[in-house]
């Protein structure tokens, strides 16, 4: 979007109205949306103003920072040594605006907006942790990803990002009790008390191993008998660090990275790296892999789903649900293997395009599956969605309002099970969505059940979108005739030398993208997923945000959970659908 | 060889058979785990165990074996007496009970004149299995697990002795034997349809088994009250559940369908029969039910159970006066 169009966007137009002219830098990038430079002292007037103005922007969607200190191509932009951004989502407008604050080295802090976000909370943990950039004001600002004995910031520059870059990695007896005194859970330091006039409170830690953290998730939980006085959500036991990985790969070989973020997800998480890709690298792509990408991808929301539906019934008690929907899983791999030759993580998405064409007999596979599931679906629904123990234990249990959920970054089906129609397949359609003719399921109640009943309604619609697909498949080439696609045509290569050349850099170095911002968000199987990648002209990117939807659903449970039981816990928890690779990176 | 004294005999043959059906309730308890895996298998599209003998009817041998040497550990947290303790009363008490109960006409261990109520008293002591058992573990799940176990089997015990006192009060005795002698003409599942629908209930709940397994509760508790027990002593929490729901579904049988009588084949065989269909009821059960929060397993118990019992137990009072005024 260039700086011209950017400057005529009403909420531009009403920042200048109320902040003067020189409160704002506009740069142009291909977000999609404003991108504004601000100081520091205005931050949090501003975000007040836009969270309180008429069709406000109810959700601050992403904040994270960048390292700028190594960055090359910084025309036109403010002095920074980093940059903290404030990205802030509006349903009512269906509009973006991000926020950027400068900094220098030698004043790292900004002003916490807890305040205005109760959302921000984790994500300045998260900055404080990778950055090491202080939030002034903040309730509890300590270290959310890594270990608390860790030393330095991840994200910074001058921190290492492979293992051969530090020294071999010891563990002393000693080193041991350091580390699991670190994880020593004490209340004073949450402002938690241990005792009331009459009761002293329990303090269960659950998990990191718990059959129902789904994940290596730590929750400690403080019980006045079996009620949930309050709890604080530990997490940060399967950090990878996805998006430092991002920094030291290249454009095309952090593709199988990203469908490790939510693991059920399979080729959902290459989306949206792959149309921010595109979208730096002015690639658009044939009509043919749109429709594969759009198949393959609800194919992986249908198999994310059933495993969410049999476990979330597995978390009520009910043991024998989850069989089945492996079941159904396993017809369901059964066709993405057929397709792409992987099961969990096909990574087969390619800057362009896809890595193969669909094989032959594709539809017979892929109809044997639409025509299995409909019958299951019901079944699910009969036996388990109708009994009276379920819907005793799921009814008004663990429910919140939609203005709580966009409060608290809630997105996907958990938002929609409040009743709030936001799905980004049909009001921002991206990869081909508007071509296609669905529903999109909403709650009423926002509570356990609706999230289970909006879930299997969904894969009704997925099961309807890939019926079209087999239907109305376009011929053509599914690949992009463009010089930036992955991997380049192998047909092209042997033509002469220069070809050669070419061939051989695209290759071994990968493509070369142009400097610039992109940001693409797809509407993942658990909540909206994006990647926010800053290009400098090179071959790997500068910086990699991924924003995930299981983070902020975490964020929330001690929110909803005040008052509950143990056992409602555990169908929130359920209910949910996280897995902890979203949540950690 | 000389002819023993007459009641030398009698009490060696009552001793005969006390073992040999202490043999049979554990084996039966052994086998039990494997029937039971391989009923959920055949109920959940799977195989189960399969690989150990034919069929793999071998498993629980297998297991056995291995449960046997298995490290056996107390945690150095624990109460080493009431740890010890609580798998041994668990076993003991379940074991305890089968003597009440008359397999057939002429088989049984004890026939017992208070014989219900000696049932009742061995279920009061289960109780403090648990309750041992997960307070001496020194672990929170255990404490939650023992907590909920002693809050819903005070409440399921209310009824539960509440529940047969219709069929006590037909029958005319606490002795099983004239029990099953009464209901020559007619089960007592017929007249007494309310009191076995709530002992049914009552008796899951007693046994701690799905949906009722509130103590265990793997998905919230990580399995309550025995989550550190280990090897044999684990091995006999395991085995006291299955021995309890032989016990309970052999107690149904008795009071409610007519213990060994039907026509045509051999006692002992309509008694296994009924008991059988019981025990896979109770794998039905579990197979096929979510679990309800543990407030609404008590409210169900003390708001709905607990009056049936006692509206069945009026009116059977004033049909049996009715009948046979005084």
Redesign the interface.
Known sequence: MSADTLTHDPVVIALRQRFGDHALVVQPTHTGMPVLWVARESLGEMLRFLRDMPDPFEMLYDLSAVDERLRAHRRGLPEADFTVFYHLLSVSRNRDVMLKVALREGDLAMPSVVSVYACANWYEREVWDMFGIDFIGHPHLARILMPPTWQGHPLRKEHGARATEFDPYTLTVQGQEVEQGALQFKPEEWGMRRERESAEF?F??LGPN???AHGAFRLVLQLD??EIVDCVPDIGYHHRGAEKMGERQSWHSYIPYTDRVDYTGGVMNNFPYILAVEKLAGIEVTERAKVIRVMLAEMFRISSHLLFLGTY????????PV??TF?DRQKAYEVIEGITGFRMHPAWFRIGGTAMDLPNGWETVVQGFLDWMPKRLREYER??MD?A??R??TRHVAAYTTHDALAWGVTGPNLRATGCNFDLRKQRPYGGYEQFDFEVPLGGQGDVFDRGQVRIEEMRQSLRIIQQCVDHMPAGDYKADHPLTTPPPRERMLQHIETLITHFLQVSWGPVLEPGESLAMVEATKGINSYYLTSDGNTMSYRTRIRTPSFPHLQQIPAVMRGG????L?AHLGSIDFVMADVDR | MNALPEPLVASLIAMLQAGVILLGVLLLGAVLTLVERRLLGLWQDRHGPNRVGPFGALQWVADMIKIFFKEDWIPPFADRTLFVLAPAIAMASLLLSFMIIPLTPSWGVANLHIGLLFFLAMAGINVYSVLFGGWSSGNKYALLGAMRAAAQTLSYEVFIGLSLMGVVAMAGTFNMREIVAAQEDLWFVVPQFLGFMTFLVAGIAVTHRPPFDQPEAEQELADGYHVEYSSMKFGMFFLGEYVGMVLISALIVTLFFGGWQGPWLPPFVWFALKTGAFLVLFMLLRASLPRPRYDQVMRFGWMFCLPLTLINLLVTGALILLADPL
Not at chain 1, 313 to 320: E, I, S, W
Not at chain 1, 565 to 568: H, K, T
């Open positions: 329990m269960l830690n718990h059959p129902s008998g079996e019934l597995q978390d009520l008690g009910a043991m024998t069989f089945f079941t036996s388990m009994n123990i379920v005793e234990r039981f143990v056992p409602d555990i």
